[in-house]
């Protein structure tokens, strides 16, 4: 009588072997995948979600124009100088004592918004905020004057 030799496989070792067969086709397949080539576009964020950041517009889109009459107006034109509008006010109805209070309170909140005040006449100036051009010209002299920011 002949003997013959069997293998019998349990199942589950055939499972795992299976399983690690198909891990190792995956991983040598994606090895084989061509890299996704990048354009000129990933350099400048194309096709990335964008974030839209209002600026300020350079134009002026309001001007104040104030008359104080007692201190506590110099709120109302500081405020407006704190939105960034060109505020043009008149002391003309302040005792010189109290218009030069205003003066000094409106002059703390133009340096602190880096804004420049300009005087228009002994009572009136004007508050000009930042990146706002401007020209201040003597007409009887037909010549720009010193306080000007387009030098």
Do not use: C, W
């Not at 198909?22 to 974030?51: C, D, H, W, Y």
């Not at 008149?90 to 409106?106: K, M, N, P």
């Amino acid at each position: 009588m002949m003997k013959k030799e069997v293998t019998v496989e349990q199942p589950q070792q055939n499972q795992q072997s299976k399983v690690q067969q198909k891990a190792t086709v995956n991983r040598v397949e994606q090895e084989k995948q061509p890299e996704e080539k990048k354009g000129i576009g990933s350099l400048f964020g194309v096709g990335k979600k964008e974030e839209i950041v209002k600026m300020p517009s350079s134009k002026v889109s309001y001007v104040s124009i104030i008359r104080p009459k007692v201190f506590e107006d110099s709120r109302l034109i500081a405020d407006a100088i704190k939105e960034n509008k060109v505020v043009t006010f008149s002391l003309e109805f302040l005792e010189y004592e109290v218009g030069q209070r205003v003066i000094d309170f409106v002059s703390g909140a133009a340096y602190a918004m880096n804004a420049h005040l300009s005087k228009v006449t002994d009572k009136v100036l004007t508050s000009i905020p930042v990146g706002i051009d401007y020209e201040d010209i003597d007409a009887s002299l037909g010549e720009e004057s010193r306080d000007s920011n387009l030098l």
